[in-house]
Nanobody, 123 residues
Framework: VQLVESGGGLVQAGGSLRLSCAAS????????MGWYRQGPGKDRDLVAS???????YYADSVEGRFTISRDNAKTTLFLQMNSLRPEDTAMYYC??????????????????WGQGTQVTVSS
């Protein structure tokens, strides 16, 4: 599976961005998809995920501001980010899991990663 992110950039606090992730290759193997982020000097953390059955998870820090979605073919994943804050500044990575089970994204590391797209929020 190959994953290519796009949509990052520089935005002022309070603004919005929409990230996209295009999947290719053995997409039939994808069960779940999600977004991670890694800020300067920080760990890479799960931001949001959507399972094969449609179960959605958001980290507390983005709940109510970010919305994850995907197309039915599981070839494209989106992350709509509203009310952005300087602390949202990070490299954002698309990720996929092939293991079945609705809570896999919260329990296991992904099988595949994208290269990342930078999001910078100025104050």
């Amino acid at each position: 599976v190959q994953l290519v992110e796009s949509g990052g950039g520089l935005v002022q606090a309070g603004g919005s961005l929409r990230l996209s992730c295009a999947a290719s290759g053995t997409i039939f193997s994808i069960k779940h998809m999600g977004w991670y982020r890694q800020g300067p000097g920080k760990d890479r953390d799960l931001v949001a995920s959507i399972s094969q059955g449609g179960t959605i998870y958001y980290a507390d820090s983005v709940e109510g501001r970010f919305t994850i979605s995907r197309d039915n073919a599981k070839t494209t994943l989106f992350l709509q980010m509203n009310s952005l804050r300087p602390e949202d500044t990070a490299m954002y990575y698309c990720a996929t899991w092939g293991l079945g089970g609705e809570y896999v994204p919260r329990l296991y590391m992904p099988d595949y990663w994208g290269q990342g797209t930078q999001v910078t929020v100025s104050s």
